[in-house]
C-alpha cells in the first residue's frame, strides 16, 4: 500500500472547478453527471477535476499534464528531480486513470481545516487515508486475521500512517476483553454487514 500525499489547498481548486461545470469527462463505464477527482499516474501523480469548462478536452492521457494540477509530493515533474522512482516505488509499472469516488470525503477534510489529503492506494483502488480515528468519516466495524485461522471483528480505535489501534468488539467475551492492540494498516477489511458490533 503506497500512502499519496497531497496540498489541501490544490486538491481543494480542482473540486472548485469540478463542481463548477455542468459537463464531465466519461469513465470506463460511460457518461459521467457528477463532479469527481480522477487520479492520473504517468508524467507525475495528480489529481485533476472531471468537470469539462471548454478549456479542457475530453481526452485524459497520461501524458498531458499542467503545474495546476494537484500533484502528489515527491511525484511532480515541475519540482522534483527523482519524481519517477518515486511514482515507481508507488505504483511499479503502473500508469493510467483512477476515476475516483472522494470528492464529498476529501471536501469533508478539507472543511474540517486539514492542511493535507492523503490518498492509499493498493494500486488499483484510491481511498481517504487518515492519520487518527477521529477523521474517519465512517464509523465501521473491521475483520482483522487472528492468527488462529480466522477473523477478529474490531472497531477502530486510532491509526496512523502505519498501523492501527483496534478494539475486539462482537467477538466471545474473552476476547472482546483483550486491550486494544496495534495491526498492520493493510489488515484491516471493513465489514459490509453493517448490523455487525
Not at 62 to 86: C, K, L, V
Not at 122 to 139: E, M, N, Q, T
Not at 178 to 187: C, G, I, N, S, T
Request: charged share 20%; hydrophobic share 40%.
Amino acid at each position: 500500500m503506497a500512502i499519496l500525499k497531497f496540498s489541501a489547498t490544490a486538491v481543494a481548486a480542482q473540486i472548485t472547478h469540478a463542481r463548477s461545470c455542468s459537463t464531465f469527462l466519461p469513465n470506463w463505464n460511460g457518461p459521467v453527471d457528477k463532479p469527481a477527482l480522477i487520479l492520473i499516474v504517468g508524467n507525475g501523480v495528480h489529481l485533476r477535476s472531471n468537470g469539462i469548462d471548454g478549456s479542457t478536452t475530453r481526452i485524459v492521457t497520461t501524458e498531458q499534464y499542467d503545474p495546476s494540477f494537484a500533484f502528489a509530493n515527491g511525484i511532480n515533474p515541475f519540482r522534483d528531480s527523482d519524481w519517477m522512482a518515486q511514482r515507481q516505488m508507488a505504483f511499479r509499472d503502473l500508469t493510467g486513470q483512477f476515476y475516483t469516488d472522494i470528492l464529498d470525503d476529501v471536501q469533508t477534510l478539507i472543511d474540517r481545516g486539514q492542511g493535507a489529503i492523503r490518498l492509499a492506494t493498493d494500486g488499483h483502488s484510491v481511498r481517504v487515508f487518515v492519520r487518527c480515528a477521529s477523521d474517519f468519516l465512517i464509523d465501521g466495524t473491521y475483520e482483522v486475521p487472528s492468527g488462529l485461522g480466522g477473523t477478529f471483528r474490531v472497531i477502530l480505535k486510532d491509526a496512523c500512517d502505519t498501523f492501527a489501534i483496534v478494539q475486539n468488539c462482537g467477538n466471545c467475551e474473552d476476547f472482546d476483553a483483550m486491550q486494544p492492540y496495534r495491526v498492520p494498516l493493510d489488515a484491516l477489511m471493513e465489514l459490509e454487514d453493517r448490523r455487525a458490533a
